[in-house]
């Protein structure tokens, strides 16, 4: 079979790892011809790919970002652009395309299969854990180790000036990273955008650390966090040209709120685009690489219109459908039942 390969959306660590183990086990299992898309569907609407084999994917294991570039972006966002995706197809000879992305980009997988009858399968990408179908997605244990060593780091900085230090991390519309690199770094309080946060409420409770004699706290935000209603001025909203809010900036609106309300000194710290960036973790290396033999394996199966998905431990297929238009949001047994209890 041929078989073509796009890593759509932003990048994510264990992108490399899962083209890596698609390439591996399709060319020496199953004796497929493996191309890569440049720029992810842009490259196919434009037909701009390059050959993959074993031999060009050696030392692919544990590096960042993807060997075949990404964007953000759909083919209907071009008048002609699905039936340029497949003209892609039928020029190219291609059997299958392997689609690696997050919401965005499954969404348009699903769509092409639907909509174009063309043969797809997708692997779930994204930091945030917000992919519906999945446990889990690749790239989000490595960021919430980033985050995490952030945070560990920031202890001693707070600690040393008896400072309150409000980090601000990846999470638009869901806080797994938050919450799960909160509790691991032992934070004072989390936000999340699942639950709007009252700031008379977080400083009350750095008031009552300051009572016990802790100075130091440490306030974890993410970047999609929203006020309660009328407590504090919300942000101005900017869009950007996919129509997605842009958004960060909430840590500095909150630091400064914490220290006016307070008088306790308070700094802001945004990780940003750090925790997209560098090798992958030991988890994600496998985790990826499961998703990318699982992934040649539904080509040869014909599961088309599915993604791979790790579900109680095992990786299998569901159908695409399950993921559009949707995010997963945390867990809030986790949040009230484990993070909150070590809030303050």
């Known amino acids: 079979m041929r078989v073509g390969i796009?890593?759509?959306?932003?990048?994510?660590?264990?992108?490399?790892?899962?083209i890596r183990a698609i390439v591996r086990k399709g060319e020496l299992v199953y004796g497929d011809e493996l191309i890569g898309f440049h720029d992810a569907w842009d490259g196919v609407r434009e037909q701009r790919y390059m050959p993959?084999?074993?031999?060009?994917?050696?030392?692919?294991?544990?590096?960042?970002?993807?060997?075949?570039?990404?964007?953000?972006?759909?083919?209907?966002?071009?008048a002609d652009g699905p039936q340029q995706v497949r003209q892609a197809f039928a020029d190219l000879g291609l059997d299958a395309l392997v689609v690696i992305g997050g919401n965005g980009s499954l969404t348009v997988a699903s769509k092409v299969h639907d909509d174009?009858?063309?043969p797809v399968i997708g692997v779930p990408k994204t930091i945030d854990n917000d992919v519906v179908g999945t446990d889990i997605t690749f790239g989000f244990n490595t960021a919430v180790q980033i985050a995490t060593d952030a945070i560990d780091r920031l202890h001693t900085t707070a600690e040393s000036h008896d400072r309150v230090m409000v980090v601000e991390v990846m999470g638009r519309h869901s806080g797994w990273i938050?919450?799960?690199?909160?509790?691991?770094?032992?934070?004072?309080?989390?936000?999340?955008?699942?639950q709007p946060f009252d700031i008379e409420a977080v400083c009350a409770l750095l008031r009552r650390r300051h009572e016990r004699g802790r100075y130091a706290s440490i306030v974890v935000v993410a970047e999609g966090a929203e006020p309660v209603e009328g407590t504090m001025r919300a942000r101005d909203r900017v869009y950007d040209?996919?129509?997605?809010?842009?958004?960060?900036?909430?840590a500095e609106t909150i630091a400064h709120a914490i220290e006016e309300r307070t008088g306790f000194e308070t700094r802001m710290v945004l990780l940003g685009h750090i925790q997209r960036g560098g090798t992958p973790t030991a988890f994600d290396r496998v985790l990826s690489t499961r998703y990318g033999v699982a992934a040649i394996d539904a080509v040869h199966v014909g599961a088309w219109g599915s993604m791979v998905a790790l579900r109680g431990g095992d990786v299998l297929t569901v159908p695409l459908h399950e993921t559009v238009g949707k995010?997963?949001?945390?867990?809030?047994h986790l949040y009230h039942e484990v993070a909150e209890v070590f809030f303050g």
């Open 327 to 332: 995010t997963r949001p945390v867990d809030m």
């Open 178 to 194: 938050a919450t799960h690199a909160g509790i691991a770094g032992g934070a004072t309080a989390i936000l999340i955008p699942e």
């Open 52 to 78: 993959l084999d074993v031999s060009s994917l050696r030392g692919m294991l544990p590096r960042g970002g993807t060997l075949l570039g990404t964007r953000r972006g759909s083919p209907y966002d071009h």
């Open 116 to 118: 174009l009858g063309l």
């Open 6 to 18: 796009l890593t759509g959306g932003g990048d994510c660590p264990g992108l490399n790892a899962v």
């Open 241 to 250: 040209q996919f129509g997605h809010v842009r958004l960060g900036g909430v």
